[in-house]
């Protein structure tokens, strides 16, 4: 009778100790895939394997009808606005670059020249989460737990690892010039000791000195154009964008070890270095949860590249399933299924190329900005006198210049209506909007809507340009992304794991609703800027 009785005591003090455990996540790990449609969980759904992408639609909860809320839709801002909650107009990072009037001159959305490389190449490490006016989730993290918590930020771009770890958490980005991971001495002086050791195995040369070849027969892939067409960019140095790619032959041209950034090797090795910080830093071991923020960059070069309808779209996405089914294994592995919490997503993602649309006689066009660009000058020049009156355009934006406006006597909302006029003569533009008018009116509907909500009253342009459905400011071969249409918005939103219900919802979901959602989860503050709804289907038990 004594042997049941400490039997049964056993096994309750073990469930209840099981159950304490589970009261939070041993870790939560972001996973933002730079430039992923949300149509991938499904073209290539066929050759998914069982643990990868399909296991995150199977065990996970997906918002099948997920967007970005703003324009423009680019990598800076879609990091910053998944990790604060909010978007450009609150959180400051409009675009990857652009123009401030009173410095004349561009700036990057992660720079920062107070700060200097930690490993890696002196010009590669003037980076920190500066620019970013708000918290994020990881710094909200960091706040509830007096600093206890650990972050860590891993991404082959530098902004990828830097806006998601936030202001209070550690990044470390790959150096194209040395093939390493490193940081900036906003984080640390010298560069861990597992970071070391992780780049002293060298893993980026040892993924370029193979050949990339598609995982499967190149006829088998009925998903995507032909390899070899005419609307996709070739590797420098060689003559047709089609496989195989000899990688190691490829180096010198195309960037030396930032080639990898253009395969899909470099998922695999931003994994490699996701696993040496779960072991290097312990996460999730300690008694507390961690956050570890991942970026799959390469995605994004290969997308950019070859465009969503190639062969190799097609084949990194299957060879990322398989990165992820590892990874997820490793995963169960370490914590044990259903004491981690994961979320996938992306920052944006893609418009069609231009010229391939055109083929298929879909209504598209390439944007000359430089022609645009000169034609505003020559009309300013006329209608107000001669004057250097357009500082920038770029990001569809335009900067005017007040200074020679006040000077002359003339009223810059003048400018701005009578540029407006002009730009909507010329073929690829839709609409135009005056900052006047974006700060004085709140847009509710429609892609002015997602504008006012990417304009920012200190950091945007004078005027702000919408063009027409797959027009872009492009005219090189492959293509890109930032407008405020479907193609761009429709993105991926998928949890699983720690308290997170199976099932899918078709109900209209927004970006910034990740962070709410992480918050209410765990208990904590929300970011201070941030202004999404938590995914109420995720709470429904």
Same mark, same amino acid.
């Given at each position: 009778m004594k042997k049941i009785i400490l039997s049964i005591s056993f096994a309750l003090y073990s469930w209840l100790g099981q159950a304490q455990e589970a009261e939070k996540p041993a870790i939560i790990i972001g996973l933002v895939v730079?430039?992923?449609?949300?149509?991938?969980?499904?073209?290539?759904?066929?050759?998914?394997?069982?643990?990868?992408?399909?296991?995150?639609?199977?065990?996970?909860?997906?918002?099948?009808?997920?967007?970005?809320?703003?324009?423009?839709?680019?990598?800076?801002?879609?990091?910053?606005?998944?990790?604060?909650?909010?978007?450009?107009?609150?959180?400051?990072?409009?675009?990857?670059?652009?123009?401030?009037?009173?410095?004349?001159?561009?700036?990057?959305?992660?720079?920062?020249?107070?700060?200097?490389?930690?490993?890696?190449?002196?010009?590669?490490?003037?980076?920190?989460p500066r620019n970013l006016l708000t918290t994020t989730i990881t710094d909200e993290l960091r706040f509830a737990t007096n600093k206890r918590s650990k972050v860590v930020g891993i991404a082959i771009k530098d902004r990828g690892a830097a806006l998601p770890a936030g202001h209070l958490g550690d990044a470390y980005w790959f150096d194209s010039k040395t093939g390493e991971f490193m940081t900036s001495d906003y984080y640390?002086?010298?560069?861990?000791?597992?970071?070391?050791?992780?780049?002293?195995?060298?893993?980026?040369?040892?993924?370029?000195?193979?050949?990339?070849?598609?995982?499967?027969?190149? +006829?088998?892939?009925?998903?995507?154009?032909?390899? #070899?067409? &005419?609307? !996709?960019?070739? $590797?420098i140095g060689m003559d047709k964008p089609a496989f195989p790619y000899d990688l190691k032959s490829l180096m010198e041209n195309n960037g030396e070890y930032g080639l990898i950034s253009t395969t899909p090797f470099g998922n695999t090795l931003t994994l490699d270095m996701a696993y040496a910080a779960i072991e290097g830093e312990q996460l999730g071991k300690r008694g507390e949860t961690d956050?570890?923020?991942?970026?799959?960059?390469?995605?994004?070069?290969?997308?950019?590249?070859?465009?969503?309808?190639?062969? +190799?779209?097609?084949?990194?996405?299957?060879?990322? #399933?398989? &990165?992820? !089914?590892?990874? $997820?294994?490793?995963?169960?592995?370490?914590?044990?299924?259903?004491?981690?919490?994961?979320f996938l997503t992306a920052d944006h993602a893609v418009a069609d190329i231009v010229e391939y649309m055109k083929s298929e006689r879909v209504p598209a066009g390439n944007f000359n900005t430089r022609f645009i660009l000169t034609q505003m000058k020559g009309f300013t020049s006329e209608k107000f006198g001669e004057g250097d009156w357009i500082l920038n355009f770029s990001n569809e934006q335009v900067f005017l210049n007040d200074k020679l406006a006040a000077e002359r006597g003339i009223s810059i909302e003048t400018i701005q209506r009578e540029l407006a006029s002009f730009l909507l003569r010329f073929e690829g533009v839709k609409e135009v909007y005056t900052a006047t008018d974006l700060r004085k009116e709140e847009y509710i509907h429609g892609?002015?809507?997602?504008?006012?909500?990417?304009?920012?009253?200190?950091?945007?342009?004078?005027?702000?340009?919408?063009?027409?459905?797959?027009?872009?400011?492009?005219?090189?071969?492959?293509?890109?992304?930032?407008?405020?249409?479907?193609?761009?918005?429709?993105?991926?939103i998928a949890f699983m794991g720690w308290n997170i219900p199976q099932g899918e919802s078709t109900r209209y979901a927004s970006i910034t609703d990740i962070t709410p959602t992480l918050s209410m989860l765990l208990n904590i503050r929300l970011p201070n800027g941030s202004d999404g709804n938590p995914i109420q289907e995720i709470f429904t038990k």
């Amino acid at each position: 009778m004594k042997k049941i009785i400490l039997s049964i005591s056993f096994a309750l003090y073990s469930w209840l100790g099981q159950a304490q455990e589970a009261e939070k996540p041993a870790i939560i790990i972001g996973l933002v895939v730079d430039q992923m449609r949300q149509e991938y969980f499904y073209k290539f759904e066929e050759r998914y394997t069982d643990g990868g992408f399909k296991r995150l639609m199977r065990e996970g909860f997906m918002m099948k009808n997920a967007h970005y809320n703003y324009i423009p839709t680019y990598t800076g801002p879609g990091h910053a606005s998944v990790y604060t909650g909010t978007t450009p107009a609150t959180h400051g990072i409009i675009a990857n670059d652009w123009y401030v009037k009173n410095l004349g001159r561009t700036i990057y959305c992660a720079s920062d020249s107070t700060v200097n490389a930690v490993g890696g190449s002196a010009s590669n490490g003037k980076i920190s989460p500066r620019n970013l006016l708000t918290t994020t989730i990881t710094d909200e993290l960091r706040f509830a737990t007096n600093k206890r918590s650990k972050v860590v930020g891993i991404a082959i771009k530098d902004r990828g690892a830097a806006l998601p770890a936030g202001h209070l958490g550690d990044a470390y980005w790959f150096d194209s010039k040395t093939g390493e991971f490193m940081t900036s001495d906003y984080y640390y002086e010298t560069l861990p000791t597992w970071v070391q050791q992780f780049n002293e195995r060298k893993l980026a040369e040892k993924y370029l000195s193979q050949a990339w070849e598609p995982l499967f027969p190149l +006829e088998t892939y009925v998903q995507s154009i032909a390899d #070899d067409n &005419d609307f !996709e960019g070739p $590797f420098i140095g060689m003559d047709k964008p089609a496989f195989p790619y000899d990688l190691k032959s490829l180096m010198e041209n195309n960037g030396e070890y930032g080639l990898i950034s253009t395969t899909p090797f470099g998922n695999t090795l931003t994994l490699d270095m996701a696993y040496a910080a779960i072991e290097g830093e312990q996460l999730g071991k300690r008694g507390e949860t961690d956050f570890l923020a991942v970026s799959f960059s390469s995605p994004d070069y290969i997308g950019h590249r070859f465009g969503p309808s190639s062969v +190799e779209l097609e084949d990194n996405y299957l060879r990322l #399933d398989r &990165d992820l !089914e590892k990874f $997820f294994t490793y995963l169960d592995a370490t914590y044990g299924q259903g004491n981690y919490l994961i979320f996938l997503t992306a920052d944006h993602a893609v418009a069609d190329i231009v010229e391939y649309m055109k083929s298929e006689r879909v209504p598209a066009g390439n944007f000359n900005t430089r022609f645009i660009l000169t034609q505003m000058k020559g009309f300013t020049s006329e209608k107000f006198g001669e004057g250097d009156w357009i500082l920038n355009f770029s990001n569809e934006q335009v900067f005017l210049n007040d200074k020679l406006a006040a000077e002359r006597g003339i009223s810059i909302e003048t400018i701005q209506r009578e540029l407006a006029s002009f730009l909507l003569r010329f073929e690829g533009v839709k609409e135009v909007y005056t900052a006047t008018d974006l700060r004085k009116e709140e847009y509710i509907h429609g892609r002015k809507a997602l504008l006012q909500m990417g304009y920012n009253h200190k950091a945007s342009g004078d005027l702000l340009l919408i063009l027409e459905p797959a027009w872009l400011s492009s005219s090189w071969k492959g293509t890109t992304h930032g407008t405020g249409y479907t193609y761009d918005t429709h993105v991926p939103i998928a949890f699983m794991g720690w308290n997170i219900p199976q099932g899918e919802s078709t109900r209209y979901a927004s970006i910034t609703d990740i962070t709410p959602t992480l918050s209410m989860l765990l208990n904590i503050r929300l970011p201070n800027g941030s202004d999404g709804n938590p995914i109420q289907e995720i709470f429904t038990k």
